[in-house]
């Protein structure tokens, strides 16, 4: 058995990014079906992002300043400073009011030695001005502004450019595009953009005894449950999920499952037929394809069983994860290793790595020892320290009732057999 490090350095270095160059597509940073539907004006201001989740191909500049132009930080007098550098309660300045600035309104007037101008946020400062005084430290008397603080220079004024200036770098390539950077790609008025593809990662689950959720039980049937699950992690690692069904323990029609696969897809992932059961013949399958077996089990529990192949094409190996059957198995497994490669391969510059997060155990974790052992449950945070609590009832890798709502493994290395309630372990956190 390969040690988990070293399954690990393997896996992710058979992952190869998308190119920069083939693997792109232009999107559009808003969607406009709602307008294309004919709904109304104010339905097509709620339109998704189309850009939204999606990782950069290209990095972004923009001929803006940020801000566009000088512009106030506050509501009260746009103001020279000369005019005001030493005035104070007991001698104030008395400044002319010359004219009133909103948000949006382009200043007329050219502000002259005695003169003010009411101003208000996010409006442009008018010409001769320097600095804001905030409304709080004034007195207004009809036409004439009184300050009773000297301000500093400049104070209050948000220059132009302050921010960002024009054909700098606004963002970088291979970033996950959320919230935060959508807001930033609008407010430049940047429509369009370059993206990675979503990856195409297809599924399928081998032998006789799966059935559809949708079918009757027969006695000796199980459901296959991991299509369905892996299809929902694949899709929130930000890939497209091509489900090949349920494929039966024929080498036949395995081998014609694979060899589509293959060709129709980045990774390929298969549940079941990876151990030394009689009916279990992926490997060979695979070995007759041209793949490259790089991974045959590794020291883990669960998810011993992981086969890692690659196949080789024009452009990137194809990777090939063939995961355990056993419905925990093959989610840890794909938390483990999978999830991490999906995210390298779509392009993601940093943050594809699993990540870990130091927590207290609510009560104590056991293990043989023997193999790197996971166990799942809850991580949470209480009074700023991170606590976790494992799943309740049998933690088998047969038993799916309890991994609902797992936001995270327990990692027990190899040797320990123990952590004690209380004392600290090692959390791979898990994306919901």
């Given at each position: 058995?390969?040690?988990v490090?070293?399954?690990?350095?393997?896996?992710?270095?058979?992952?190869?990014?998308?190119?920069?160059?083939?693997?792109?597509?232009?999107?559009?940073?808003?969607?406009?079906?709602?307008?294309?539907?004919?709904?109304?004006?104010?339905?097509?201001?709620?339109?998704?992002?189309?850009?939204?989740?999606?990782?950069?191909a290209?990095?972004?500049?923009?001929?803006?300043?940020?801000?566009?132009?000088?512009?106030?930080?506050?509501?009260?007098?746009?103001?020279?400073?000369?005019?005001?550098?030493?005035?104070?309660?007991?001698?104030?300045a008395?400044?002319?009011?010359?004219?009133?600035?909103?948000?949006?309104?382009q200043?007329?007037?050219?502000?002259?030695?005695?003169?003010?101008?009411?101003?208000?946020?996010?409006?442009?400062?008018?010409?001769?001005?320097?600095?804001?005084?905030?409304?709080?430290?004034?007195?207004?008397?009809?036409?004439?502004?009184?300050?009773?603080?000297?301000?500093?220079?400049?104070?209050?004024?948000?220059?132009?450019?302050?921010?960002y200036?024009?054909?700098?770098?606004?963002?970088?390539?291979?970033?996950?595009?959320?919230?935060?950077?959508?807001?930033?790609?609008?407010?430049?008025?940047?429509?369009?953009l370059?993206?990675?593809?979503?990856?195409r990662?297809?599924?399928?689950?081998?032998?006789?005894?799966?059935?559809?959720?949708?079918?009757?039980?027969?006695?000796?049937?199980?459901?296959?449950?991991?299509?369905y699950?892996?299809?929902?992690?694949?899709?929130?690692?930000?890939?497209?999920?091509?489900?090949?069904?349920?494929?039966?323990?024929?080498?036949?029609?395995?081998?014609?499952?694979?060899?589509?696969?293959?060709?129709?897809?980045?990774?390929?992932?298969?549940?079941?037929?990876?151990?030394v059961?009689?009916?279990?013949?992926?490997?060979?399958?695979?070995?007759?394809?041209?793949?490259?077996?790089?991974?045959?089990?590794?020291?883990?529990?669960?998810?011993?069983?992981?086969?890692?192949?690659t196949?080789?094409?024009?452009?990137?190996?194809?990777?090939?994860?063939?995961?355990?059957?056993?419905?925990?198995?093959?989610?840890?497994?794909?938390?483990?290793?999978?999830?991490?490669?999906?995210?390298?391969?779509?392009?993601?510059?940093?943050?594809?790595?699993?990540?870990?997060?130091?927590?207290?155990?609510?009560?104590?974790?056991?293990?043989?020892?023997?193999?790197?052992?996971?166990?799942?449950?809850?991580?949470?945070?209480?009074?700023?320290?991170?606590?976790?609590q494992?799943?309740?009832?049998?933690?088998?890798?047969?038993?799916?009732?309890?991994?609902?709502?797992?936001?995270?493994?327990?990692?027990?290395?190899?040797?320990?057999?123990?952590?004690?309630?209380?004392?600290?372990?090692?959390?791979?956190?898990?994306?919901?």
């Amino acid at each position: 058995m390969l040690s988990v490090s070293d399954a690990e350095n393997i896996i992710f270095n058979l992952v190869q990014p998308l190119n920069t160059q083939q693997d792109t597509e232009l999107v559009d940073l808003l969607s406009t079906g709602d307008a294309l539907l004919g709904l109304s004006p104010w339905s097509y201001s709620f339109a998704a992002a189309r850009s939204a989740d999606r990782i950069l191909a290209s990095e972004v500049t923009s001929q803006l300043d940020f801000p566009h132009w000088d512009n106030s930080a506050m509501d009260g007098y746009a103001v020279r400073y000369e005019d005001v550098y030493n005035c104070n309660e007991h001698k104030p300045a008395v400044l002319e009011i010359v004219e009133e600035i909103p948000a949006g309104v382009q200043p007329k007037s050219t502000i002259q030695s005695g003169q003010a101008a009411r101003i208000f946020t996010g409006a442009v400062m008018p010409a001769g001005t320097d600095t804001v005084v905030m409304q709080e430290r004034t007195r207004r008397e009809g036409n004439r502004v009184i300050i009773l603080t000297a301000p500093k220079l400049q104070e209050f004024v948000r220059k132009r450019g302050m921010y960002y200036r024009a054909g700098k770098q606004l963002l970088p390539s291979g970033i996950l595009l959320k919230a935060s950077e959508i807001a930033v790609l609008a407010a430049f008025q940047c429509t369009q953009l370059k993206v990675f593809r979503r990856p195409r990662v297809a599924i399928f689950s081998t032998g006789d005894e799966l059935v559809t959720p949708d079918k009757p039980l027969q006695p000796g049937q199980i459901v296959d449950s991991n299509r369905y699950a892996l299809a929902t992690l694949i899709r929130q690692s930000g890939a497209e999920p091509i489900m090949l069904g349920i494929v039966k323990d024929k080498p036949e029609a395995l081998k014609e499952a694979i060899a589509y696969a293959i060709a129709h897809a980045d990774i390929v992932i298969s549940s079941g037929g990876v151990s030394v059961g009689d009916y279990d013949y992926v490997e060979q399958i695979l070995e007759s394809l041209g793949g490259k077996i790089h991974v045959r089990d590794i020291a883990t529990k669960p998810g011993k069983p992981l086969t890692v192949a690659t196949f080789e094409n024009d452009v990137r190996p194809i990777v090939y994860f063939g995961l355990p059957g056993n419905p925990v198995a093959a989610l840890v497994t794909f938390w483990r290793f999978v999830q991490p490669a999906i995210k390298k391969l779509s392009g993601l510059a940093q943050g594809w790595e699993p990540v870990y997060i130091k927590a207290l155990a609510r009560q104590e974790l056991c293990s043989g020892g023997k193999r790197e052992t996971y166990v799942w449950g809850q991580l949470s945070v209480k009074n700023g320290v991170y606590e976790f609590q494992p799943a309740g009832g049998l933690q088998n890798s047969g038993n799916l009732i309890n991994l609902a709502q797992t936001n995270g493994l327990a990692v027990l290395p190899v040797g320990t057999t123990l952590i004690a309630a209380k004392e600290q372990v090692q959390v791979l956190q898990i994306e919901s």
